[in-house]
């Protein structure tokens, strides 16, 4: 059966790179991916799937086959959002090309083995989490297992993500001249204390934790008495649970500086918080396998967690994997233009080709070997304790 999925992938092959090459050529930032949602809904449509547009988000789909048999469900996750100035520096348009060649190449065998397959477009990746927005209007609460792979600069069977919570802090005050400062408050002054008292929390803070923030608005004139100044941070941890701990922390720092200053504050979340991801090593034992098929070089699951991504929330709903793939040198950055030409080259389409099948195949072998699904479920089970 996997030769029929390699089949049914080199035969519409040059209708995925189509697709990958359309999206690279109209990128679109996360929470405005009309048009790519339109081109990937189309292309659902006529492979037969049942379509839901501005699914959970505006930008958001959902796409499903049911073979009418029992089995289980196999979700494949599309991202298409672009980042700004580098176009699909990350290159999420050939992770929607994979997810949706693999789930059409999974679905034309779907009749023989039943279940029912999903590909589920998840938007904005990069900063408004449409994964968290599905996975809290439980979208992913009856799903088996949620699969994708990500491109990169090698092949590696997924890593740990860092919890993020992003805060910004305004400050309000009185303004005054500046040469009768008593007559005001000074916002900016209570931005400064709460910047320098939040950065003395990186020293106490547990290994691999990062505070970063920024003076997003200061004042607009040296001789006036600001009495309004705003800081934006994202605080980043291995853990949801300590990140928050962190961030009330940051907020003592906050109210004190207040105090200080008479000045007073407002805290507000400005981007979505994004959860760990919980490794899954049943399916990251699945992608060796594939990998190993191709005579591919791999890397084992990075334990040291980096970056966040939205994928967190999906990992604490069922097994997830979000492997990676190589399409680029080690050279070759990540959210660069040079990233996203690579997703459009000779190795982009044979990473679309492999990725696409090493997918699908994962997805088949779930269905019909239910003794590694049950292992998928009890790992993450054991892990969600």
């Given at each position: 059966?996997?030769?029929?999925?390699?089949?049914?992938?080199?035969?519409?092959?040059?209708?995925?790179?189509?697709?990958?090459?359309?999206?690279?050529?109209?990128?679109?930032?996360?929470?405005?991916?009309?048009?790519?949602?339109?081109?990937?809904?189309k292309?659902?449509?006529?492979?037969?799937?049942?379509?839901?547009?501005?699914?959970?988000?505006?930008?958001?789909?959902?796409?499903?086959?049911?073979?009418?048999?029992?089995?289980?469900?196999?979700?494949?996750?599309?991202?298409?959002?672009?980042?700004?100035?580098?176009?699909?520096?990350?290159?999420?348009?050939?992770?929607?090309?994979?997810s949706?060649?693999?789930?059409?190449?999974?679905?034309?065998?779907?009749?023989?083995?039943?279940g029912?397959?999903?590909?589920?477009?998840?938007?904005?990746?990069?900063?408004?989490?449409?994964?968290?927005?599905?996975?809290?209007a439980?979208?992913?609460?009856?799903?088996?297992?949620?699969?994708?792979?990500?491109?990169?600069?090698?092949?590696?069977?997924?890593?740990r993500?860092?919890?993020?919570?992003?805060?910004?802090?305004?400050?309000?005050?009185?303004?005054?001249?500046?040469?009768?400062?008593?007559?005001?408050?000074?916002?900016?002054?209570?931005?400064?204390?709460?910047?320098?008292?939040?950065?003395?929390?990186?020293?106490?803070?547990?290994?691999?934790?990062?505070?970063?923030?920024?003076?997003?608005?200061?004042?607009?004139?040296?001789?006036v008495?600001?009495?309004?100044?705003?800081?934006?941070?994202?605080?980043?941890?291995?853990?949801?649970?300590?990140?928050?701990?962190?961030?009330?922390?940051?907020?003592?720092?906050?109210?004190?500086?207040?105090?200080?200053?008479?000045?007073?504050?407002?805290?507000?979340?400005?981007?979505?918080?994004?959860?760990?991801?919980?490794?899954?090593?049943?399916?990251?034992?699945?992608?060796?396998?594939?990998?190993?098929?191709?005579?591919?070089?791999?890397?084992?699951?990075?334990e040291?967690?980096?970056?966040?991504?939205?994928?967190?929330?999906?990992?604490?709903?069922?097994?997830?994997?979000?492997?990676?793939?190589?399409?680029?040198?080690?050279?070759?950055?990540?959210?660069?233009?040079?990233?996203?030409?690579?997703?459009?080259?000779?190795?982009?389409?044979?990473?679309?080709f492999?990725?696409?099948?090493?997918?699908?195949?994962?997805?088949?072998?779930?269905?019909?070997?239910?003794?590694?699904?049950?292992?998928?479920?009890?790992?993450?089970?054991?892990?969600?304790?």
């Amino acid at each position: 059966m996997k030769e029929q999925l390699k089949h049914y992938i080199q035969e519409h092959m040059e209708e995925y790179k189509y697709l990958v090459n359309d999206l690279y050529e109209h990128p679109e930032i996360g929470n405005q991916e009309f048009r790519s949602m339109r081109v990937l809904c189309k292309m659902l449509r006529k492979e037969g799937f049942e379509v839901t547009e501005e699914y959970v988000v505006p930008t958001g789909f959902l796409g499903v086959w049911i073979s009418g048999k029992p089995g289980p469900v196999i979700a494949y996750m599309c991202e298409y959002d672009a980042l700004p100035e580098v176009g699909h520096g990350c290159g999420h348009n050939l992770i929607a090309g994979m997810s949706l060649a693999a789930g059409c190449a999974l679905k034309s065998i779907l009749p023989n083995i039943g279940g029912e397959v999903r590909i589920i477009g998840t938007p904005a990746e990069e900063n408004f989490g449409g994964k968290v927005s599905m996975a809290a209007a439980h979208v992913f609460d009856d799903v088996d297992a949620a699969l994708m792979l990500h491109p990169d600069t090698k092949n590696s069977l997924g890593g740990r993500t860092l919890a993020i919570y992003p805060l910004r802090f305004e400050f309000f005050g009185q303004n005054a001249h500046a040469c009768t400062p008593q007559n005001g408050k000074s916002a900016l002054d209570a931005a400064v204390m709460s910047y320098m008292s939040i950065n003395l929390l990186r020293q106490f803070a547990e290994p691999n934790t990062f505070i970063h923030g920024v003076i997003a608005h200061g004042g607009e004139a040296a001789n006036v008495i600001p009495a309004y100044a705003s800081l934006e941070y994202y605080f980043r941890g291995e853990t949801m649970e300590y990140v928050k701990e962190l961030c009330e922390k940051a907020k003592a720092c906050v109210e004190g500086a207040c105090t200080m200053s008479g000045c007073t504050s407002r805290i507000t979340t400005y981007e979505c918080p994004y959860d760990d991801c919980v490794i899954n090593y049943t399916l990251a034992d699945m992608l060796k396998d594939e990998y190993e098929d191709f005579g591919y070089p791999w890397e084992g699951v990075d334990e040291v967690a980096q970056g966040s991504s939205d994928v967190g929330s999906v990992s604490y709903c069922c097994p997830t994997l979000q492997g990676y793939i190589k399409i680029a040198d080690s050279c070759v950055n990540g959210h660069s233009r040079e990233m996203a030409d690579a997703t459009i080259s000779q190795q982009g389409s044979q990473a679309l080709f492999d990725g696409a099948l090493a997918l699908a195949d994962i997805g088949r072998r779930l269905i019909m070997e239910p003794d590694i699904m049950e292992k998928a479920w009890m790992e993450l089970k054991a892990n969600r304790k």
